[in-house]
C-alpha cells in the first residue's frame, strides 16, 4: 500500500497523520474536562463501574501491534462513526431534559462532537489515500430500539460509559496514528509525537 | 465487505444492559417535602439476597434504619421529608449489592409546579420582527428544568402561533424573525411547564408599531470645537432602516473619560443630529455613544424603545495652555480674570455683535474661540505676555 504512493500521497498522508495526532490530542484533553463536568452535572460518582455497554465501541484491542495500517483506520472509523452517533444522542437527550444551568455541559458535548467528526473525516481522508476509500456508513449507527427502555439513571452511567470509552479511543488512535506514520515500504517519514502520546 | 461487517459487529457488541436488579418506582416526580418508599428487586435466580443490598441517593450511602426487607429479594427504603433535586437531572437513587456494585438506578425529580411568567415585555426591531422577554416566577426553575413556550396571535380572528427562536436576547427570551402583521394588536403570553405542571401568564396586548425601536444612530463623529478645550462636537445621521417611515426621532447621548466606567447622559437633544458637549476636562479623551428613540410611527400615540448604544467613537479635548503649566489659580486670582474675561466679552459683543438681541451661549462659544486665537497671536509677538 505505502509502497506504491506517490511522494505528493506520502506528503499528504504525513500531513494528515500529524494533524489527526495534534487532534487526538486536543480531543482526549477535552474529553477529560467535559468528563468533570458530565459527572457533576448528572450527581454521578466519578469511579462507577460500567460494565460493557451496547453500541458503545470498546477501546481495548487485544493483538493491536499485529493490525494491518488498513484495520487500524476501519477500526477507528467505524468507532468515531459510532461516536458521532452516540455523541448526538447524548446531545438530543440533554436537549430534551437539561435546563439553562446545563448550558456549559451541553456546548463541551456539542465542541466534542464537532472534533469525533472532524477526527472521522481525516480518517476518511486518510482511506481515500488507499485504494479503496472509506467504507459506506450503513453498519455505524448504533441501534436505537434498546435505549428507548431505558430508565433515566441507566442513560446517565450510558453516558458516563460512552465518554469514557471515547477518552480512551483518544489515546489509542494518536498511537494507532503514530504507527501508520513510522517510515515503512514508502518511505513515509515520522511525525512529532502529539500530546496524546504523553498521556 | 465481509471482513468490515465483522469489525463493526464487533465493535458494535450487542451485550443488552443487563442491569441484575429493578428499582420502582422508576424516575418519579415529586413535591418538595412528600415521602417515598422505593423498592429495589433482584431477579430470583440471581444469588443475591436483600440483606446483601444498601442504598445511596446522590452517592450517600442511606442509613439501614430506613430499610425493610419485603421477601427474600426485595428491599425497600423509605425517603422522608424529600428536599428539591439537588440537579436537574434528577437526584440519583441507587441499590448496590455488598461490594458496591450498582444493581439499579432510579432519578427522582423533586421540586415544585412552575409559576406564572410574569413581566412580559416585547419590542420590533425596524418593525420587521419581534422579540420578547420575561422572568420567571419567583421560584423560577430552582429545581426542576422548566421549559416555556412563548404564543401569539392576533386579536380578534387569529390563531395560536408558537415562536420557535428561543434565548436569543437572554434566557427567558424568543424571537418571532417574520410574518408579523401590522394595524392589528396581537396577544401575547408565555406558557412554562415541568414535570409537575403548566402555568399560564397574563396576556400582553400590543401593537408592533407601538414597539419599534432601531439600530443606533450610524456615522457617529466627535470632534474639536476650535480650541476650546472644554467641548466637543457630536454630529450623527439618523438610522437608515426607518427613515422610510413616518417617524420622529429623539437621541440621547453619553459620554465618559477614557479612564473611568461612569457615563454621564444627555438626554435633551431632542431631534437633532448634532450637539455640542461643553464642561470637559482639557487634555482628556471622550468617549461618545448616542442612542435613538423612534416614536409616533404611523401616528403611533406611544412612547418609542430606545436602540442600543452606538458603538463609543473616541475624541479628545485640546490641552488648556493654563493647565499645562501645572498651577491652578487662586481664588482671587479666579475672580480676577473672570472678571476681565467678562469685560472683554461684553467689549467684543458690542463690537462684533451688535443689534443680535439673541444672545446665546453659541455666540459666548464663538467668542472664546476668538479669544482664544488672539492670545495665541499676541503669545506669538509677545512671549513673554501672560494671559
Known sequence: MAAAETPSAALRRRDLCSRGIRLAGKMRSDVADLLDVYVERQGLDASANVAALDGVPAAAAERWGEQTESQRLLDNLAAYRAFRALLTEMLEEQRDQAGPADTALREALAAVLLQVSAFAYHLEELLRLESRGPPGEEGARPPAGPRLGLGLFERKLRGLGVLRELAQWAVRSARDLRQLSKPGPGGTAAVPAGPAESQ | ?387
Not at chain 2, 22 to 37: C, N, R, Y
Not at chain 2, 79 to 88: C, F, I, T
Not at chain 2, 368 to 373: E, I, P, T
Open chain 2, 1 to 387: 465487505m465481509l471482513a468490515l461487517l465483522l469489525l463493526c459487529l464487533r465493535l458494535l457488541r450487542a451485550e443488552p444492559l443487563a442491569y441484575p436488579a429493578v428499582i420502582s418506582p422508576q424516575d418519579p416526580t415529586l413535591l418538595i417535602g412528600s415521602s417515598l418508599t422505593a423498592t429495589c428487586t433482584v431477579s430470583a435466580d440471581s444469588r443475591l439476597r436483600a440483606e446483601d443490598l444498601y442504598w445511596t441517593l446522590n452517592g450517600r450511602r442511606l442509613p439501614a434504619a430506613s430499610y425493610a426487607a419485603l421477601g427474600a429479594t426485595t428491599l425497600s427504603v423509605a425517603l422522608a421529608r424529600l428536599n428539591g433535586s439537588k440537579q436537574q437531572s434528577g437526584d440519583n437513587l441507587v441499590c448496590h449489592s455488598r461490594d458496591g456494585g450498582i444493581l439499579a438506578g432510579s432519578c427522582l425529580y423533586v421540586g415544585l409546579p412552575p409559576e406564572k411568567p410574569v413581566n412580559i415585555s416585547c419590542w420590533s426591531k425596524n418593525m420587521k420582527d419581534l422579540t420578547c422577554k420575561w422572568a420567571p416566577g419567583t421560584e423560577g426553575e430552582t429545581f426542576l428544568h422548566t421549559n416555556y413556550t412563548l404564543k401569539y396571535k392576533l386579536r380578534w380572528y387569529g390563531r395560536d402561533n408558537t415562536c420557535q427562536e428561543y434565548h436569543t436576547a437572554g434566557p427567558y427570551s424568543c424571537h418571532i424573525p417574520k410574518d408579523l402583521a401590522l394595524f392589528t394588536p396581537y396577544e401575547i403570553w408565555v406558557e412554562a411547564s415541568n414535570r409537575l405542571g403548566v402555568a399560564v401568564s397574563d396576556v400582553v396586548m400590543l401593537d408592533i408599531l407601538d414597539v419599534v425601536t432601531t439600530d443606533p444612530p450610524a456615522d457617529v463623529h466627535v470632534s474639536r470645537v476650535g480650541d476650546l478645550e472644554d467641548q466637543l462636537s457630536v454630529r450623527w445621521s439618523s438610522p437608515p432602516a426607518l427613515k422610510d417611515f413616518l417617524f420622529q426621532a429623539k437621541y440621547q447621548i453619553q459620554y465618559r473619560v477614557e479612564d473611568s466606567s461612569e457615563w454621564k447622559v444627555v438626554d435633551d437633544v431632542g431631534n437633532q443630529t448634532s450637539c455640542r458637549l461643553a464642561g470637559l476636562r482639557p487634555g482628556t479623551v471622550y468617549f461618545v455613544q448616542v442612542r435613538c428613540n423612534p416614536f409616533g410611527i404611523y401616528g403611533s400615540k406611544k412612547a418609542g424603545i430606545w436602540s442600543d448604544w452606538s458603538n463609543p467613537t473616541a475624541a479628545s479635548t485640546p490641552r488648556s495652555e493654563r493647565a499645562a503649566g501645572g498651577c491652578e489659580p487662586k481664588g482671587g486670582e479666579q475672580n480676577t480674570t473672570l472678571r476681565r474675561e467678562l469685560k472683554q466679552f461684553f467689549g467684543w459683543v458690542k463690537k462684533h455683535a451688535y443689534g443680535c438681541s439673541n444672545l446665546s451661549i453659541k455666540l459666548y462659544d464663538q467668542w472664546r474661540v476668538w479669544l482664544q486665537k488672539s492670545h495665541k497671536t499676541r503669545n506669538q509677538v509677545l512671549p513673554g505676555d501672560k494671559l
